[in-house]
């Protein structure tokens, strides 16, 4: 068994201590990729991707004399049984933990990332994915992303500084958030809601965030932004220019005017389209020379990415390793890409009404 290290670019041997393989050089690494079985040019080896849901977690390695089309599927079931257990054992084994890391990891990066929620969530109508470098440095960047009902909500939040404190408010921003949202809350009452747990708990911490919802049954997208960089909105291929483009409300923190509550934003979606939110330290990544990785090149790769075949967490894996070869990161850089993809049984369906 390997299992993926915490910035997706090894895979690493549980148990028989086996040299770690690399993902975009190994045939363990297409598995991993592809999440589809690969086996060897003899046919005695196959890598099975482990998956749980739609979160990559690693590869299983089976090998046989003869891996027949029987033994290879229930070798695939193994597989499945696997990824469970991994995922049970995962909350509170300090092996598999220190399995998926290289290096130590910061206060501020380890209090982050307890937090953090499973890199790549979806039904059959949404995947959403995330990733969050540097991995064992984070300070102020954080991620959310969650499924109630026929709702997919996102939020992404990039507080200043990055140090503990940082980490601390971030992590502070996540629990409002969730407490809210989850006690019913609009996206106006989590915004609200996270500029007093600023106001009150760290008060000298400002915070710009997107904090958005989608309804999967028609496409309706509302967000609020506060101070943050604008999301792309990808639709057949292109970035549509300035499409979530709005007036950004002050960071969070400063103190919202109770008079005058954040403003909502609405769009529609069309099926297919994708989200992508990211913070600043993304776009302002520089090479050696100064040059800016920037907007452009950030829709530039990830629509590569895409018609190639790749799906969600595989784009947000290749555009990070994009940024690594000729960039340098002088701040935390998030990303968290939403795709729409309903079926058409799924528009069809009767909306349900909101509960009471």
């Known amino acids: 068994m390997y299992l993926v290290d915490l910035q997706q670019s090894r895979l690493v041997a549980l148990l028989t201590g086996d040299a770690p393989l690399d993902i975009d050089g190994s045939l363990a690494g ?27 977690l690693g590869v299983l390695k089976a090998t046989a004399p003869s891996l027949t089309p029987e033994l290879l599927k229930a070798c695939q079931t193994l597989a499945e ?36 929620p499973p890199r790549t969530i979806g039904t059959r109508q949404v995947t959403s994915s995330a990733l969050l470098e540097p991995a064992y440095d984070a300070g102020g960047d954080a991620f959310d992303h969650s499924l109630t009902d026929n709702v997919l909500h996102l939020s992404l939040l990039d507080a200043m500084g990055h140090d503990l404190a940082a980490g601390s408010a971030s992590a502070a921003a996540l629990a409002a958030s969730r407490a809210t949202r989850r006690d019913g809350g609009t996206l106006t009452d989590i915004a609200t809601t996270i500029d007093h747990t600023l106001n009150q708990w760290f008060p000298d911490r400002m915070m710009t965030a997107v904090i958005a919802r989608l309804d999967l049954t028609d496409g309706s997208l509302t967000w609020i932004n506060s101070g943050h960089p604008t999301p792309l909105l990808i639709r057949d291929g292109h970035v549509l220019p300035h499409a979530l483009e709005r007036t950004p409300l002050p960071p969070l923190g400063l103190g919202l005017d109770s008079g005058n509550p954040p403003t909502e934003h609405h769009t529609r979606l069309q099926p ?36 190639s075949g790749d799906n969600a967490p595989e784009t947000l894996r290749r555009l990070l390793q994009n940024i690594h070869q000729d960039h340098q990161l002088r701040d935390d850089a998030t990303l968290l890409l939403a795709h729409w993809h309903p079926t058409p049984s799924d528009q069809l369906r009767p909306r349900r009404r909101a509960r009471k």
């Open 81 to 116: 049984v696997v990824a469970l257990l991994v995922v049970s054992k995962s909350t509170y084994s300090e092996e598999l933990i220190r399995q998926e890391r290289s290096r130590a990891m910061t206060i501020q990066a380890e209090l982050l990332w307890a937090f953090m």
């Open 272 to 307: 297919g389209d994708r989200i992508l939110l990211y913070s600043d330290g993304v776009i302002e990544a520089r090479t050696t020379e100064g040059t800016l990785f920037g907007e452009q090149r950030l829709g530039d790769t990830v629509i590569r990415s895409m018609t």
């Open 30 to 56: 297409l598995a991993y990729r592809t999440q589809e079985t690969q086996r060897s040019r003899d046919g005695a080896t196959a890598w099975l991707p482990l998956i749980d849901g739609l979160e990559r």
